[in-house]
């Protein structure tokens, strides 16, 4: 959450579209979990909020039962396979603009291929609580851009070094601004 609102608020036009999709879709009540098919250009934020900084940046390892190939190489079993989701998410050679925030790349279905876009692993060994924690991340943000008014705390744009670990988080914590917008 703390790197979708420094996204957020380092592109205010986002943000605006963000309020504006909320406004036309939700109305004067709050997001509720019938909204999420409606929200199609917030989903696009989440999405490329993920992109740009997944929880993880090394995917948790797995290992083949049996020899296989991937990619054109030969993987003997029992190799321990690690996939660098931080790295394939900003590979130029999948992704226009690879470092910039731009969640219109994902409003049109079918846009991303699956297999560049995998910030909870993929096939059987995907996290089980992607879907949990997509919806969960629909409504915190949803209601935060639609509770309050958030704001930079001075002119400068937030600093998005990462520090990288099992997780990966901001160097500098997020500070800004925060005002009562409604309800």
């Not at 420094?6 to 999709?21: G, I, S, T, Y």
């Not at 406004?23 to 098919?37: C, K, P, T």
């Not at 992109?51 to 020899?67: F, K």
């Not at 309050?148 to 800004?176: C, H, Q, Y």
């Amino acid at each position: 959450m703390e790197w979708a609102l420094a996204n957020l608020l380092n592109h205010p036009d986002v943000l605006r579209k963000a309020k504006a999709e909320l406004d036309a879709q939700v109305g004067d009540r709050l997001i509720e979990d019938s909204d999420f098919a409606k929200l199609h250009y917030l989903q696009s934020i989440i999405s490329e909020n993920l992109r740009l900084c997944p929880v993880t940046p090394l995917i948790p390892p797995h290992m083949p039962s049996s020899d296989c190939t991937i990619g054109g190489y030969h993987v003997p079993a029992g190799t321990i396979l690690f996939v660098n989701a931080w790295s394939l998410h900003r590979d130029p050679t999948l992704w226009d603009e690879p470092t910039s925030f731009k969640p219109e790349r994902f409003e049109s279905a079918g846009r991303v291929d699956a297999c560049n876009f995998v910030p909870f692993g993929m096939g059987r060994r995907a996290c089980p609580g992607d879907g949990l924690a997509k919806r969960a991340m629909i409504l915190t943000l949803g209601s935060l851009i639609q509770c309050f008014e958030w704001e930079r705390v001075g002119e400068n744009k937030i600093d998005m070094a990462e520090k990288i670990a099992i997780t990966m988080s901001k160097v500098e914590p997020l500070e800004l601004c925060v005002e009562l917008a409604r309800f």
